[in-house]
């Protein structure tokens, strides 16, 4: 289960797992313990902004030793995970409403936006082997008996001694030092007599670890499929088949399930832009093992063997001649087999589900955006269970069937305001509605005797069909509202409330609010711990650049060794380049760590520059970026030849910093303006090339300074 990588990564998150095989369930903690109720512990997830109805209803005997049928942390294809987001304060109740007070798991699904145009093809395939890691401790000195059989062992009728039992689950007989006795015998196939039948004394020796020699080695293969790319600047789409197949430790437990997901990108134009995801799912089980303290549990039945048994002859599990009627238990002291629990008692379950959502965001007003968003989360369960005749808890079979439908509909809406405020200040304001509604069906039908032997189905019923049906349906109308202040990226301030109607209420009394306030302070954005000057004498400090930034610039850009105007505002655009990705766009390249490791609050600062230079066209940044330089051409001031000779350099600096052709903008910039010495405009461009100088030279010294990154924002555009 993907959820097994999230262990460690996330402060007092706590992943368990019960175990039932790569298919079992798994229950996940955000904040600790907060009822007796495990099942009401757990956190939300939430799968592309929709959350997810995270149903699953046990089987079995009783509630002691039940079925482990998954729950829906399974259902999702690791391959077409694209992040996780964990949220464990108010911000995950707000959104998510009283769902979500155990935290929510926030899942953002693959898509082809990342693409640049062409289409990229993925195959991924692994394979795992599964071994069992350990068994219980136990002793195999003595062999099967009681104390009584300390002077010796024999199997049936007294011979010579203390005769026993295979029915005796005690092994405190006679030592296991080969001494030969009359032990286990069976005539049909050969073990315990001579070539003619006849019984005879055989070693009284241990097997070896007889619960590791029931388990089998298991494998588990994976083979994923995925199409992506653009279908132009403006569509997108990804398609993914994942195919698993597996075998468990446990002898005759196959399953296997596929995956189909198809996700597409649509800007309809400057304002309007459609997202839609689809997944659907199925999972075939052959035979899901039962949990806890059981008769029908293969770990009842294997803790009964002794030391003196080989599980070998133990694999005949039927009496000769009473095949489907009587199993032989004679060897795990009368309780099931556990061959015969792994071939006979079998617990299958078939699943199909679907899940998926559309929304359409539309951009109002600067900085004002409107989500509307529709989801779907369809489930359907056929569990079948099979007891043959004498069955330990079952003595005449029984055979069952279940069906379980959940449906959930989700309509919810968003309208986000985001603004600068001035002096470092920054809000974010969230009001949003949604409508829940989900219905679950579940029919169990047994037969709880059974006519003919091996034969499961209704039909094969001694007495008339036991039935149980259960159902419900509720429906949550929300609206919330979040509003979020914020000084230099450090100090935070968050308000939030929600208010919810839930149907299972009374209608006179169905509403409850539930507000939150929380502040955060960032030290590292306050104080200077030295992670940006260790950064700058790192990354900056070589001097091939002898220019004022103090980072190489490459021969291209002017040549190695000067110090004009031009070096050093190419210097400039190289540099960013670097901070924002990390890489050193020189040739040869040089291991750097990215900036957003060594210093989150550069890498911030920077990230608002891109999204100032892109507001024109903030879903595809090649294109903001590619009419700046457009626009910043056409000042027809300078020498045609020089011109030419710095386009051609020009060039090859935006092909090794593509996605920071803003920085190269304001380096040509820059560069234009040193050069205009014969036009009105020169003394304006050569400050705005100065001011760029003196806003770089300032995020160097306080990287935290969210004036100069706005100031360089707004010369850039």
Request: proline share 3%; aromatic share 12%.
């Amino acid at each position: 289960n993907w959820m097994s990588g999230l262990s460690g990564q996330v402060a007092g998150l706590s992943v368990a797992k019960a175990n039932t095989g790569g298919g079992g369930s798994m229950r996940v903690t955000l904040r600790g313990e907060s009822s007796i109720d495990l099942n009401n512990n757990g956190a939300l997830f939430v799968i592309d902004g929709v959350p997810m109805f995270n149903t699953s209803a046990a089987g079995g005997e009783s509630g002691a030793y039940s079925i482990d049928y998954g729950n829906g942390t399974g259902d999702v294809n690791p391959e077409d995970i694209e992040n996780i987001t964990v949220l464990k304060g108010p911000a995950a109740t707000a959104l998510y409403g009283s769902e979500a007070a155990n935290g929510a798991i926030i899942i953002t699904t693959k898509s082809g936006e990342g693409q640049d145009g062409s289409v990229s093809v993925t195959f991924t395939s692994n394979f795992v082997v599964d071994q069992i890691n350990s068994s219980p401790d136990f002793q195999y000195v003595y062999g099967q008996g009681s104390s009584k059989g300390t002077d010796g062992f024999h199997y049936g009728d007294p011979v010579d001694g203390e005769g026993t039992s295979t029915l005796d689950v005690s092994s405190w007989g006679p030592k296991m030092d080969g001494t030969l006795y009359y032990q286990y015998f069976d005539v049909n196939r050969g073990i315990g007599v001579d070539e003619n039948g006849a019984r005879i004394k055989t070693p009284f020796v241990s097997y070896g670890n007889w619960f590791k020699n029931f388990f089998q080695n298991g494998w588990t293969a994976t083979n994923t499929l995925s199409v992506s790319g653009k279908i132009n600047k403006n569509n997108s789409i990804r398609f993914s088949v994942t195919d698993y197949r597996s075998e468990s430790i446990v002898p005759n437990s196959p399953w296997s399930k596929q995956s189909i997901s198809l996700k597409s990108n649509n800007k309809v134009n400057k304002w309007l832009s459609m997202d839609t995801s689809l997944t659907y799912y199925r999972k075939d089980d052959d035979n899901l093992p039962v949990m806890g303290y059981g008769s029908s549990s293969i770990m009842y039945s294997l803790w009964c063997m002794s030391p003196n048994i080989d599980m070998n002859w133990a694999r005949q599990y039927w009496y000769p001649g009473q095949e489907g009627i009587q199993q032989d238990s004679d060897l795990s002291g009368g309780k099931n087999n556990p061959y015969f629990v792994a071939y006979e008692q079998i617990n299958t379950l078939d699943r199909d589900r679907m899940y998926g959502n559309t929304a359409l965001n539309l951009h109002l007003y600067k900085g004002l955006d409107l989500m509307l968003r529709g989801g779907l989360d369809f489930s359907r369960d056929l569990r079948t269970v099979r007891h043959p005749k004498s069955s330990y808890s079952q003595k005449y079979g029984m055979y069952s069937e279940q069906e379980l439908t959940s449906l959930q509909l989700s309509t919810d809406f968003l309208l986000k305001y985001d603004r600068k405020l001035g002096a470092g200040f920054n809000i974010t304001a969230n009001l949003g509605g949604s409508i829940i509604n989900r219905s679950f069906v579940q029919t169990d039908k047994t037969a709880e005797q059974l006519k003919q032997p091996g034969v499961y189905s209704l039909a094969n019923s001694v007495n008339r069909i036991k039935t149980n049906n259960y159902s419900y349906e509720r429906q949550t109308n929300s609206i919330y509202g979040l509003v979020s202040l914020s000084w230099r990226d450090a100090v935070y301030l968050d308000i939030t409330g929600r208010n919810d109607w839930s149907s299972t209420l009374p209608s006179s009394n169905n509403s409850y609010f539930y507000p939150s306030v929380s502040a955060s302070v960032l030290l590292n954005e306050l104080i200077d711990f030295g992670t940006a000057r260790e950064f700058k004498e790192k990354n900056l400090a070589d001097t091939t650049c002898l220019g004022t930034v103090g980072y190489a610039a490459p021969e291209q850009f002017g040549g190695m060794g000067q110090t004009d105007a031009r070096t050093d505002i190419y210097c400039l655009g190289a540099t960013l380049y670097h901070l924002v990705t990390g890489r050193n766009p020189c040739d040869p390249p040089y291991e750097i760590l990215p900036i957003r490791q060594v210093n989150p609050a550069l890498s911030s600062g920077l990230e608002r520059i891109i999204q100032k230079c892109t507001q024109r066209n903030p879903d595809d940044r090649y294109q903001s970026c590619a009419e700046l330089m457009y626009a910043l051409e056409n000042y027809e001031k300078i020498d045609d030849a020089y011109r030419k000779k710095q386009k051609r350099k020009l060039g090859l600096f935006l092909a090794s910093a593509g996605l920071t052709l803003a920085f190269g903008a304001a380096s040509l910039w820059g560069y234009l303006s040193g050069e205009q010495k014969k036009t009105e405009n020169y003394d304006l461009m050569l400050r705005s090339a100065s001011t760029a100088q003196d806003c770089y030279d300032a995020i160097l010294t306080d990287p935290s300074r969210s004036e100069a990154y706005e100031q360089l924002a707004d010369l850039l555009t």
